[in-house]
């Protein structure tokens, strides 16, 4: 079955520290990874995306990592600030059909002064 | 540029009401979508258009319909509204389908 499941479900960090949300998918076969942003209240907005080749992308102080034999990403958060504050939101594209589009839970980031 | 616009915003129904939400973009994009979400669960896709002229059924089709009206509006309707159709409804385009999902700002339904 295909599935996306992110951790931690939720986080609590200083503002100005690091941190890593966790993506683990059995998404198969693997066509891409995104990773979106969901503030409160908004639809979610594209990070980024990766394909199989690619095993890093920055955004900013956004960093996502993919390990497509070991079916994992990363998004690490830099020098957090309180406008990370937000639901994070992994989903992955199988290659065949259409619209087939596997959404994540979220991890919701707190950042606090 | 405005990116996609979903109305109304906000939403209170009764039990048997119907009502549309209307969904438009201006980026010129072939396909949209609905998405519903609830609390502890993924974005689940109820519809889709992935041209003009054309709609399939998603993940979680019944109880709604959709109409793509031209290439800027996609619609979604509910002819007559229950208490588990309670969630934030989501509208999104996109160019194509290895392009990232552009998302509107929500509608939040309750069903009374």
């Known amino acids: 079955k295909n599935q996306v499941e992110q951790s931690p479900q939720s986080l609590i960090i200083l503002e100005g520290k690091n941190c890593t949300l966790q993506?683990?998918?059995?998404?198969?076969?693997?066509?891409?990874l995104r990773w979106y942003k969901q503030d409160t209240g908004r639809g979610p907005v594209s990070l980024t995306i990766m394909t199989f080749s690619e095993n890093t992308k920055s955004n900013g102080r956004y960093t996502a990592t993919l390990d497509a034999d070991t079916k994992q990403s990363s998004l690490h958060i830099t020098a957090s600030q309180l406008s990370d504050s937000a639901s994070y939101i992994c989903v992955v594209r199988e290659q065949t059909g259409a619209n087939n589009l596997f959404f994540g839970t979220g991890t919701r980031l707190t950042v606090i002064p | 540029n405005a990116g996609v616009t979903q109305t109304p915003k906000f939403q209170v129904l009764k039990t048997g009401q119907s009502m549309t939400l209307q969904c438009a973009q201006d980026m010129n994009h072939n396909s949209m979508y609905w998405y519903r979400q609830d609390p502890g669960m993924g974005l689940r896709l109820i519809y889709y258009s992935a041209s003009e002229g054309t709609t399939d059924k998603g993940e979680v089709p019944n109880g709604y319909n959709v109409s793509r009206l031209n290439k800027r509006e996609f619609s979604l309707r509910l002819e007559s509204a229950a208490p588990s159709q309670t969630s934030v409804y989501f509208c999104a385009s996109t160019k194509e389908v290895n392009s990232p999902l552009h998302f509107g700002n929500g509608t939040r339904l309750t069903v009374t």
């Open positions: 993506c683990n998918y059995t998404v198969s076969p693997f066509s891409n």
